[in-house]
C-alpha cells in the first residue's frame, strides 16, 4: 500500500481526500531539516510539500524508495529536480489552484502603494491624523506593464483592465496578435517598456534569465515616479538597485511579497518611504490553499495509484 509523507501544511480538505484515498496511508510531519528530513523521506512513495521544506541534493541522494514529490503550489525551486530525476523521483506542481489569489495580490499590492494604505493605517496607530502626507495616485488611466504572460500574469492583465489601466506585456511566448485580443500591447522587450509603465509587475519563475532582470541600468530607463511590484520570485528585481532607485526620487513606490531569501526578516528596503513588503502572502488565501491541496493529493494518489 503506497505511504505518503505530507512536509508542509496542507489544507484539511486535502487530507480529508489522502484519508478518503483508496490504498493509499499518510503521515503529516512537518519541520523536518537535514538528516531527519533525508530519512523520513526514505520510507515513503511519495511526498507532499509547499515551500517550507528545501528538498536539495543531499536529502533526496540515495532514496530509492520515493517515487513523487508534488509541490502543492507552482514554484518548484525548494527542489533539486535535477536530483530528484537522478534518483527516479517525478516532481510534479499544482499550477491552476493560486492563480487568482497571486494575481489579487499583486494588484492588491499595486493599491496599497498608490494609496500608502500601510504607512497611513501606522500614522494611526501612532495617533497622527495625517492627511496631507498621504497624497495618493489614481490608477485608473494609468500604464501597468506586465511581464510574463502566464496563467497568473494574464490574471492581474484583466483585473488592471477592470480597473481602466493601459496594459503593456512582455513575454517572449505570445505573439502581438494573441495579447491584442487580450486587450494588452505586446512589446518586443522589457526595455521597451520600461519608459512608459507608471507600474510594472512581474509574472516570470526566477531563472537566469529573469534574475535581476531590473536593476541599475533599467531603473535608469525606467518612468520617473514608477511604482514597481514582485509577487513572483524574489531576485528578478536587485533589491539594491530599488533601494537606490527610491532614495534617488526615481521610483515612487516598490511592494514585494518575495525575497532572494525567504524567511526574510532583512531587505535593505523594509522601513524605506514608498514601500509596502508582505512576507509570501501571494497565494495564501483559504481558496487557493484549498484547491493547491486537492490538486496535489489527486495528483500524486493517481501517480502511486497507477502510474500516470
Ligand atoms: C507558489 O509558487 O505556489 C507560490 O509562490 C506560493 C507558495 O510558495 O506557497
Known amino acids: 500500500m503506497p505511504s505518503v509523507i505530507v512536509l508542509d501544511d496542507l489544507s484539511q480538505e486535502g487530507l480529508d481526500l489522502l ?10 510531519r512537518t519541520g523536518l531539516k537535514g538528516a531527519e528530513l533525508r530519512d523520513a523521506l526514505r520510507q515513503f512513495d511519495g511526498a507532499i510539500c509547499r515551500s517550507g521544506v528545501k528538498l536539495t541534493a543531499d536529502i533526496l541522494e540515495g532514496n530509492t524508495r520515493l517515487r513523487a514529490v508534488v509541490r502543492a503550489g507552482v514554484g518548484t525551486d525548494n527542489i533539486d529536480k535535477d536530483a530528484a530525476t537522478r534518483a527516479g ?23 496599497a ?20 502626507k498621504f497624497m495618493g495616485a489614481q490608477v485608473a488611466g494609468k500604464t501597468l506593464g506586465v511581464v510574463g504572460l502566464g496563467r497568473i500574469g494574464l490574471a492581474v492583465a484583466s483585473r488592471a483592465h477592470g480597473l481602466e489601466m493601459n496594459v503593456l506585456g512582455y513575454d517572449p511566448f505570445m505573439t502581438a496578435e494573441q495579447a491584442g485580443k487580450l486587450g494588452i500591447e505586446l512589446l518586443p522587450s522589457v526595455a521597451d517598456m520600461l519608459p ?14 529573469t534574475k535581476n532582470l531590473i536593476s541599475d541600468a533599467q531603473i535608469e530607463q525606467i ?15 536587485d533589491e539594491a538597485a530599488l533601494a537606490a532607485g527610491l532614495k534617488s526620487g526615481k521610483l515612487a513606490g516598490v511592494a514585494l511579497d518575495v ?6 526578516t532583512d531587505s535593505p528596503l523594509f522601513g524605506m518611504e514608498g514601500v509596502c513588503c508582505t512576507p509570501h502572502l501571494g497565494a495564501s488565501t483559504e481558496e487557493a490553499q484549498t484547491q493547491v491541496a486537492v490538486e496535489a493529493v489527486e495528483l500524486l494518489s493517481a501517480y502511486l495509484n497507477t502510474g500516470a
Do not use: F
Open 223 to 237: 518612468k520617473p515616479g514608477a511604482r514597481l511590484i514582485n509577487a513572483a520570485r524574489g531576485g528578478i528585481y
Open 89 to 111: 523521483i517525478v516532481v510534479m506542481n499544482t499550477p491552476a489552484g493560486n492563480t487568482i489569489s497571486t494575481a489579487e495580490h499583486a494588484i492588491a499590492l499595486m493599491l
Open 196 to 209: 512608459r509603465v507608471d507600474y510594472l509587475t512581474v509574472h516570470t519563475p526566477l531563472t537566469e534569465e
Open 259 to 264: 525575497y532572494p531569501e525567504e524567511p526574510c
Open 19 to 28: 484519508d478518503a484515498a483508496p490504498g493509499i496511508t499518510y503521515e503529516v
Open 113 to 132: 502603494l498608490s494609496r500608502n494604505i500601510a504607512p497611513a493605517y501606522q500614522s494611526l496607530v501612532e495617533g497622527r491624523w495625517d492627511r496631507k
